[in-house]
């Protein structure tokens, strides 16, 4: 799975001299956390989050009264909160790739370039849905969570098991560091699966319905 096929195309974007106000009023239309920053020529010179709006806010706790705020608020531009220094990737980048650069660098999204180009930008938001997917979050089924043997062909087996059982994957999830396998499936009832699948694992850790 691409970047390409779970980003936001075409962006809401704000320019470097709008005010913090504005910003957060574009915000709060787009129902969106960051703001990609370009310029007169649409070109990305930064990225704007929420975050770094609050943060040029005043403290409640100000004594400041509601028209001081205000106008300083105003002359408060992205420009002078915005990073500038914004890590991109591609249309081509795999899903889980940016999801390990979100998470190595601490950011909650990446804008999506082509040939220097701003074309979307894909969020935490958008790989909780690529979670959801590959987990079935969505779909009914039964679910298990399993330890198997660590040893080659296994899997191959488990599926021909569940496959003569009248069952179907519909999610399929596995950490070979532990032996443990995390799938849902359809068309057959728990007793059934458990009945095909236990002679090939070591043991349940976990089994439910959805």
Not at 75 to 98: C, G, L
Request: proline share 5%; glycine share 6%; charged share 25%.
């Amino acid at each position: 799975m691409l970047v390409r096929e779970r980003m936001s195309k075409n962006p809401i974007t704000t320019n470097p001299d709008a005010s913090v106000p504005d910003a957060l009023l574009v915000m709060q239309g787009s129902k969106t956390r960051q703001l990609p920053v370009v310029d007169e020529k649409s070109k990305l010179v930064g990225i704007v989050s929420l975050v770094d709006l609050f943060r040029a806010s005043p403290s409640p706790a100000t004594s400041l009264s509601v028209w001081e705020v205000d106008y300083l608020l105003e002359k408060i531009t992205v420009e002078k909160v915005m990073t500038r220094d914004v890590i991109t990737v591609t249309e081509d980048t795999a899903v889980e790739e940016a999801g390990r650069i979100m998470a190595e660098a601490k950011v909650s999204g990446l804008p999506v370039m082509r040939d220097g180009e701003l074309v979307g930008i894909i969020t935490e938001s958008d790989l909780f849905s690529v979670l959801l997917d590959v987990f079935g979050a969505r779909r009914p089924g039964v679910r298990v969570t399993a330890r198997e043997p660590l040893a080659k062909g296994g899997l191959a087996k488990l599926a021909t098991a569940i496959t003569g059982a009248g069952g179907h994957f519909v999610a399929f999830a596995e950490s070979m560091d532990e032996g443990i396998v995390t799938f849902k499936v359809q068309d057959v009832k728990r007793e059934e699966l458990l009945k095909a699948i236990e002679p090939l694992i070591s043991e349940i850790v976990d089994v439910r319905e959805s």
